[in-house]
Nanobody
Framework: QEQLVESGGGLVQAGGSLTLSCKAP???????????MAWYRQAPGKQRELVAE???????TYADSVKDRFTISRDNGKRMVYLQMNSLKPEDTGVYYC?????????WGQGTQVTVSS
């Protein structure tokens, strides 16, 4: 099964910014505009948690911990979803994963590491 492909992670100081990108596979090209896209993250020793999602109608929701700091957006023509992260905190450190569901299957990426130093 093809995967989502994330990029853009890295090491940043607290207060800094990063933008994550996620490319959806060609196999969901025909339905991409109609699916919800999401970003999850997993910190060391913790469960994976939902960070943000954007619906086909571009309605967005965010975890309370990232509201007013993170912005999720999508470009249907490019099969891309983005996560703009501002005012980063050490507690934002973790592996960030892109996610969607289509054709009865759940798609994940391999993850991209974000490390925020204090």
């Amino acid at each position: 099964q093809e995967q989502l492909v994330e990029s853009g992670g890295g090491l940043v100081q607290a207060g800094g910014s990063l933008t994550l990108s996620c490319k959806a596979p060609r196999m969901i090209l025909s339905v991409f505009s109609g699916v919800t896209m999401a970003w999850y993250r997993q910190a060391p020793g913790k469960q994976r948690e939902l960070v943000a999602e954007v619906t086909s109608g571009r309605i967005t929701t965010y975890a309370d911990s990232v509201k007013d700091r993170f912005t999720i957006s999508r470009d249907n023509g490019k099969r891309m979803v983005y996560l703009q992260m501002n005012s980063l905190k050490p507690e934002d450190t973790g592996v960030y994963y892109c996610n969607t569901a289509a054709y009865g299957s759940v798609f994940w990426g391999q993850g991209t590491q974000v490390t925020v130093s204090s």
